[in-house]
């Protein structure tokens, strides 16, 4: 059986016969954090609309919990929370009445449920003032408790920190990592920032101009394939590998660096130290995402 | 479904549109039934200085009305229904004389009458745009549209029941016309006159509309079958109200082209009567209360009949469409 939670298969659309978004597809598995990186315009927030069907795709298809979105809306988005550009209040009542409000769309949300949410995104204390009177951070606590008062099992955010303080963004980070740890929840984020991914998420999804252009747990997408030997005799070392292994290498100081398949690693450690070879360390070469974030965006034209 | 419309109820409610049509209301009704009762002291104050009496002598006019009916319904010539029309107004007269009632006096009966006549089309479809017009739109403007569309209920559930809190509040507000029109007036009349008789062509005659013939019937019915009629004409108007209010995404512009609508069509009406297409206009057909009063007919071959089924054409081709717009559209804010 399939265990995605969300699975998103070439979705494409056409706005004012624009093609705004031309071929996404990912799927997220359960209390997974994934992160949907972007830059301003690429398509993340129309993508995200598709998928809570606020906006029909011109094709593909949204699948949620094993629900076709098309066919079974109300089946699919009973697992679903999500704050879209938000977050959207009434602000002419207080945060309670519009928990309350939601609450009373879904079934078997009880007011304990709502004491919980309320209780998790820590706004006890303010929650039957005037929404009107809120500042962005509360009122994208407000948003979030209202994404969970239904107990979903997909969290849907787009650009969350969008407008918080560095003490909210942390405070806020902290309350979705706890989610996806504790309730299992599994939580889509996008952003245009790429530390923000680094630090919360467990896998990312990169869209340019409407298209998916690297998919891959954080770690994957980091490593370069490069690895750096350091050795007591570089030279010799670089003769070994070229006429064994058939791998160029590069000598820097005491180092040795070489772009190499991680399978094989383990083999040219062993032929290195068999062959009398003193190695301090072997580390691979991580990029930050930033480097990774731009080489496959650098070439978008506005 | 009873929770989704008590949230689309409370909205309403906590937007304070109903105090807002309120002030309108007091405003518009405690000038009118001032205005009436002053126009009215003033013509019985000139009636006497003209005809030199110290007291208005209704008694002794209707009396002089009443001889005039009796003699005429003696000639042999007149054929029988005029005679019934004639006993009508006889039989009326008498109870004013009888029970010492001036049949001029202004009444909160016959004011909250007059008020509806004259309201029903532009003052009332005006206080029901400013209810209907935002519900929509004002989703749409705040963006809360998306909270509202991304729970686990199907669009047409979230339309319908905005759909049903309109017409809660729009049968609450002909009340509340209703209510207030009589309370204000009597303020100002002193007179309630709802068991006074009324010589009316129409009855509701179980259930349905008869206008066979003249009857004689207390106000409070008068009064009850001239707001059922309003009543009507208010679910109509909020029924188009909300498809344009869907379409044009802000209640300024909904109530602007609904009121361009209103006014556009009496203009049409006074225009081009003889034009066919004007009579199903659903503006050429909001007059209903009109059809009571004699042989109203504002395009050749309309009837009371005949508004109410286009009014109600209009009002159902409003809500499918609105229903397919709604389920269809892309929420893009
Ligand atoms: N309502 C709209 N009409 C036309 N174009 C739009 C609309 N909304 C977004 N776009 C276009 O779609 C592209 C992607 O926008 P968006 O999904 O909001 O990007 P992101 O959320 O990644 O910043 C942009 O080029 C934007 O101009
Ligand atoms: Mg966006």
């Given at each position: 059986m399939d265990t995605s939670v969300l699975k998103v298969s070439h979705l494409k659309k056409l706005i004012q016969k624009k093609l705004i978004i031309e071929d996404v597809s990912f799927d997220i598995q359960a209390g997974e954090i994934v992160g949907f990186l972007g830059p301003n315009g690429s398509g993340k927030t129309t993508t995200l609309r598709m998928i809570v069907g606020l906006s029909t795709p011109t094709s593909g298809d949204v699948e949620i919990c094993g629900y076709s979105l098309k066919k079974e809306f109300v089946k699919a988005m009973s697992n679903v929370g999500c704050i879209i550009e938000g977050p959207d209040l009434y602000d002419y009542m207080s945060g309670y009445r519009n928990l309350e409000l939601l609450a009373s769309m879904s079934k078997d949300v009880t007011k304990k449920d709502i004491d919980e949410a309320v209780a998790l995104v820590g706004m006890e204390n303010r929650i039957h003032d005037k929404v009107a009177v809120y500042s962005m951070g509360m009122k994208q606590r407000i948003g979030l408790a209202q994404a969970?008062?239904?107990?979903?099992?997909?969290?849907?955010?787009?650009?969350?920190?969008?407008?918080?303080?560095?003490?909210?963004?942390?405070?806020?980070?902290?309350?979705?990592?706890?989610?996806?740890?504790?309730?299992?929840?599994?939580?889509?984020?996008?952003?245009?920032?790429?530390?923000?991914?680094?630090?919360?998420?467990?896998?990312?999804?990169?869209?340019?101009?409407?298209?998916?252009?690297?998919?891959?747990?954080?770690?994957?997408?980091?490593?370069?394939?490069?690895?750096?030997?350091?050795?007591?005799?570089?030279?010799?070392?670089?003769?070994?590998?070229?006429?064994?292994?058939?791998?160029?290498?590069?000598?820097?100081?005491?180092?040795?660096?070489?772009?190499?398949?991680?399978?094989?690693?383990?083999?040219?450690?062993?032929?290195?130290?068999?062959?009398?070879?003193?190695?301090?360390?072997?580390?691979?070469?991580?990029?930050?995402?930033?480097?990774l974030f731009l080489s496959l965006t650098d070439k978008h034209t506005i | 479904m009873i929770a989704l419309v008590r949230n689309e109820v409370m909205k309403i409610l906590l937007k304070k549109k109903m105090p807002l049509i309120m002030i309108l209301l007091l405003i518009f009704v405690g000038l009118l039934s001032y205005g009436q009762n002053y126009a009215y002291e003033r013509n019985i104050d000139q009636f006497e200085a003209e005809s030199g009496e110290t007291a208005f002598d209704w008694q002794g006019l209707t009396t002089q009305r009443l001889d005039e009916l009796e003699e005429r319904s003696q000639n042999e010539a007149i054929p029988g229904e005029v005679r019934a029309s004639f006993d009508r107004e006889i039989e009326q007269l008498n109870y004013f004389i009888e029970n010492d009632i001036n049949p001029v006096t202004p009444t909160a009966a016959k004011f909250n009458v007059s008020f509806a006549e004259q309201g029903i089309t532009l003052f009332i479809p005006l206080l029901i745009a400013i209810l209907a017009a935002d519900l929509v739109s004002s989703e749409?403007?705040?963006?809360?549209?998306?909270?509202?569309?991304?729970?686990?209920?199907?669009?047409?559930?979230?339309?319908?029941?905005?759909?049903?809190?309109?017409?809660?509040?729009?049968?609450?507000?002909?009340?509340?016309?209703?209510?207030?029109?009589?309370?204000?007036?009597?303020?100002?009349?002193?007179?309630?006159?709802?068991?006074?008789?009324?010589?009316?062509?129409?009855?509701?005659?179980?259930?349905?509309?008869?206008?066979?013939?003249?009857?004689?019937?207390?106000?409070?019915?008068?009064?009850?079958?001239?707001?059922?009629?309003?009543?009507?004409?208010?679910?109509?108007?909020?029924?188009?109200?909300?498809?344009?209010?869907?379409?044009?995404?802000?209640?300024?512009?909904?109530?602007?082209?609904?009121?361009?609508?209103?006014?556009?069509?009496?203009?049409?009406?006074?225009?081009?009567?003889?034009?066919?297409?004007?009579?199903?206009?659903?503006?050429?057909?909001?007059?209903?209360?009109?059809?009571?009063?004699?042989?109203?007919?504002?395009?050749?071959?309309?009837?009371?009949?005949?508004?109410?089924?286009?009014?109600?054409?209009?009002?159902?081709?409003?809500?499918?469409?609105?229903?397919?717009?709604?389920?269809?559209?892309?929420?893009?804010?």
């Open positions: 969970l008062i239904h107990k979903p099992r997909l969290l849907i955010l787009d650009e969350p920190t969008n407008g918080l303080d560095p003490q909210g963004i942390h405070e806020f980070r902290e309350i979705v990592k706890n989610l996806a740890r504790e309730k299992n929840i599994s939580v889509l984020i996008s952003s245009h920032l790429i530390s923000e991914v680094q630090l919360m998420c467990d896998r990312v999804s990169i869209i340019n101009n409407g298209r998916i252009i690297r998919s891959a747990s954080i770690d994957d997408a980091l490593v370069t394939g490069e690895v750096v030997w350091t050795l007591d005799d570089p030279q010799k070392a670089q003769l070994l590998l070229k006429s064994t292994f058939k791998v160029e290498a590069a000598i820097a100081g005491h180092t040795l660096r070489a772009t190499v398949d991680p399978e094989r690693l383990s083999e040219i450690n062993n032929t290195l130290i068999a062959s009398g070879f003193d190695i301090t360390y072997v580390e691979h070469k991580k990029r930050t995402l930033e480097d | 749409f403007s705040r963006k809360t549209i998306k909270i509202l569309l991304t729970r686990a209920v199907p669009r047409w559930k979230v339309l319908l029941s905005k759909y049903i809190a309109l017409l809660i509040m729009t049968t609450l507000l002909v009340f509340i016309i209703g209510i207030t029109t009589t309370l204000v007036s009597y303020l100002f009349f002193q007179e309630w006159g709802f068991s006074e008789p009324i010589v009316t062509g129409f009855t509701l005659f179980e259930g349905t509309l008869n206008s066979d013939s003249t009857i004689l019937i207390p106000r409070y019915q008068y009064t009850l079958l001239i707001y059922s009629l309003v009543w009507f004409v208010s679910i109509i108007v909020a029924s188009i109200t909300l498809l344009i209010s869907l379409i044009v995404d802000t209640s300024a512009s909904a109530i602007g082209i609904l009121m361009a609508a209103l006014i556009g069509g009496q203009f049409l009406q006074f225009f081009l009567s003889d034009w066919e297409l004007v009579k199903y206009f659903f503006v050429t057909n909001l007059d209903l209360t009109r059809y009571l009063t004699g042989s109203y007919q504002p395009v050749e071959g309309m009837s009371l009949n005949f508004s109410i089924l286009i009014l109600s054409v209009w009002a159902i081709g409003s809500i499918a469409i609105s229903f397919i717009v709604f389920n269809r559209r892309d929420v893009l804010v």
